[in-house]
């Protein structure tokens, strides 16, 4: 399939022009508008028998989403394709979709129930002090399966969690209000990580050649990215030339590799702004950048803002 043919999902907008016809502001029957907003970053929940009801003639079109799913399916049964791998889910499953996974709804029966969240990695960024990240949660790792069967008391649990974070984002009248939304998201999460823990085993996921590379490329990464910023450094660990590594990365992705250098930087750099008192020029230090000036220069080009000017922006 040619990148062409690939629908590229920005946001909640993006996704509600493209799968749904005559989409409302919010999804929460509770409101139509969200009263609070605090910085960057967005949460949706729907049902899923919402989304059937207003759903487009989108089955098999290919997507690239620019944030990440939680579903969870209670009713009904659906098949969909996340990266290369298509997969049946029944009643009982709480399957996830990560941010750049290529996507595609293949079909959703019409008895479809349950619920749909949806939200970015700068929204996730403020839940709580020294958050892990999300792409240390199992069920967001390409290596990984993407999904969880639950028993009933389970999926119950899960069902009264989402409702629970869906109550207090559309009742959000504070900043306090907003962190406890965002927090009520980091248990869900942490929830779903112990519950995946407990019913998957550590058993190899088959992954393309591609595919595996790639893993390896994001897990070093996630690894190195202080020290080595270079794609020839990831290279040189993988024993593969640099035009191999970011064409494959480019392929499986639709991004080249130093996109995901620079993107563990920012994500870095921004919990360093919003969790820690540390200084610009001290952050920039501990990031391994030459100078204060060039840090600046650099998130300033990837978040259109200065460091200073997002501290300000987002912190309480």
């Known amino acids: 399939?040619?990148?062409?043919?690939?629908?590229?999902?920005?946001?909640?907008?993006d996704f509600k022009d493209f799968y749904l016809n005559d989409a409302p502001v919010s999804f929460c029957e509770e409101c139509n508008s969200v009263s609070y907003t605090h910085g960057n970053g967005f949460l949706e929940i729907a049902k899923l028998e919402g989304l059937k009801k207003g759903q487009k003639?989108?089955?098999?079109?290919?997507?690239?989403?620019?944030?990440?799913?939680?579903i969870l399916l209670t009713e009904g049964k659906i098949e969909e394709t996340i990266g290369h791998q298509t997969y049946h889910f029944k009643a009982g499953t709480l399957y996830f979709v990560s941010e750049n996974q290529l996507h595609i709804i293949n079909r959703w029966s019409e008895d479809v129930k349950g619920v749909f969240c949806m939200f970015d990695a700068d929204y996730?960024?403020?839940?709580?002090?020294?958050?892990?990240?999300?792409?240390?949660?199992?069920?967001?790792?390409?290596t990984r399966k993407p999904f969880i069967e639950l028993s009933e008391r389970e999926t119950e649990m899960m069902e009264h969690l989402f409702w629970k974070l869906n109550s207090e984002k559309c009742q959000k009248t504070t900043f306090n209000d907003?962190?406890?939304?965002?927090?009520?998201?980091?248990i869900i999460l942490l929830e779903a990580e112990r519950i995946y823990n407990k019913n998957t085993a550590e058993e190899p996921f088959s992954l393309s050649r591609k595919d595996q590379l790639t893993a390896r490329f994001q897990l070093l990464v996630n690894q190195h990215f202080i020290e080595k910023k270079q794609v020839a450094d990831?290279?040189?660990?993988?024993?593969?030339?640099?035009?191999?590594?970011?064409?494959?990365?480019?392929?499986?992705?639709?991004?080249?590799?130093?996109?995901?250098i620079q993107k563990q930087?920012?994500?870095e750099a921004k919990s360093r702004l919003l969790q820690t008192n540390a200084t610009v020029s001290m952050i920039a230090m501990d990031l391994n950048f030459t100078d204060d000036s060039y840090f600046g220069r650099f998130f300033k080009k990837q978040t259109g803002v200065t460091p200073l000017q997002y501290r300000k922006n987002h912190k309480h």
Not at 124 to 142: D, R, T, Y
Not at 242 to 249: A, K, R, S, V, W
């Open 1 to 13: 399939m040619r990148h062409s043919d690939i629908k590229e999902l920005r946001n909640e907008q």
């Open 57 to 70: 003639a989108i089955e098999g079109k290919q997507t690239r989403r620019k944030f990440y799913s939680i």
């Open 124 to 142: 996730f960024l403020l839940c709580i002090k020294h958050q892990i990240k999300l792409n240390q949660f199992p069920f967001f790792q390409m």
């Open 178 to 186: 907003d962190l406890l939304t965002r927090m009520f998201l980091n």
């Open 234 to 260: 990831y290279a040189d660990l993988l024993y593969i030339h640099p035009n191999h590594l970011n064409d494959t990365i480019k392929e499986v992705t639709g991004f080249p590799a130093s996109h995901f």
């Open 265 to 267: 930087l920012i994500q």
